[in-house]
């Protein structure tokens, strides 16, 4: 893999970190945490190894993409906004009545492929495109994002099964594994355990990454994305929830707050150099 993808990949992700923190500050409502902490495979798979196209967003033999986590939506629509599926100007209508951006994804958004909101069901849906997707011969992969408090919900448990039953090659799941949820730490409220060793004994192909190690990421949807071996792949991404944000890191009160003034220049300021002059 060349170095210098790498390094553009990481640029981007810094660039669309600064994007989130604006989209939220701005909108004053939001989940910042859960999209720092996804931004990077979501960069990875845009970027580099999705098959869609910004001009026929329909396409129908695209590679989908299911955000479980819906409410991690600022860093959707940062990355589909950047990629020209729709206006970057429309980033400035999150949350706004009235606007097609609310604060989880719907399906006349450009781009999104999954009404997520619900948490548990996103991994159901894309389950069910896969097979759809295998029925009608289509050659195109479906990913779906997971959180690992969502892990906690017992659909998801059974989608696993059903989908190493349906032995769903074409399916590929990441778990951004950010260790915390709404009210604190994902191991004090409801230990999800040995996640490794459970999609495995469920008949899946496990991959174990640094979901902030970039080169890893790609690497990872490289390897996940040619496993055509019968059998359903997911992604372990171990993640920092708020990363790139030294307050927000690991701190569960930023899991849907947004950053005041003075919080939203510093953050701006620790991911990276930026004209801060327009934060009042």
Not at 27 to 43: E, F, K, T, W
Not at 65 to 80: E, N, Q, R, T
Not at 104 to 127: K, S, V
Request: proline share 3%.
């Amino acid at each position: 893999m060349q170095k210098d993808i790498v390094l553009e990949l990481k640029q981007k992700a810094k660039e669309l970190r600064k994007e989130i923190i604006t989209i939220i500050y701005n909108a004053q409502s939001g989940h910042p945490g859960g999209s720092l902490s996804a931004i990077d495979v979501m960069v990875g798979l845009y970027y580099h190894k999705l098959k869609v196209d910004t001009k026929n967003p329909l396409w129908e033999n695209r590679d989908r993409f299911v955000l479980s986590k819906g409410h991690c939506s600022p860093a959707i629509y940062a990355v589909l906004a950047d990629k020209g599926f729709f206006p970057k100007s429309e980033l400035e209508g999150y949350r706004k009545i009235n606007r097609m951006l609310q604060g989880h994804p719907e399906l006349n958004t450009p781009g999104i492929d999954f009404a997520g909101g619900a948490l548990g069901q996103g991994i159901c849906f894309a389950l069910g495109i896969a097979l759809a997707c295998r029925l009608d011969k289509r050659n195109c992969n479906v990913y779906a994002m997971i959180g690992d408090g969502e892990a906690q919900e017992g659909a998801v448990w059974e989608s696993s099964m059903a989908a190493a039953f349906h032995k769903l090659d074409n399916l590929i799941v990441i778990l951004d594994k950010n260790q915390v949820q709404q009210t604190g730490k994902t191991k004090e409220i409801m230990d999800i355990g040995n996640v490794t060793m459970k999609w495995k004994a469920f008949g899946w192909n496990v991959i174990e990454i640094n979901g902030h190690d970039m080169a890893q990421v790609v690497k990872a949807l490289d390897k996940a994305s040619k496993m055509k071996n019968k059998r359903p792949t997911i992604i372990i991404s171990n993640t920092i929830k708020g990363k790139g944000v030294s307050f927000m890191e690991l701190n569960h009160k930023f899991h849907g707050k947004a950053p005041n003034d003075d919080e939203c220049r510093k953050a701006i300021e620790e991911i990276g150099n930026i004209d801060v002059k327009k934060f009042k």
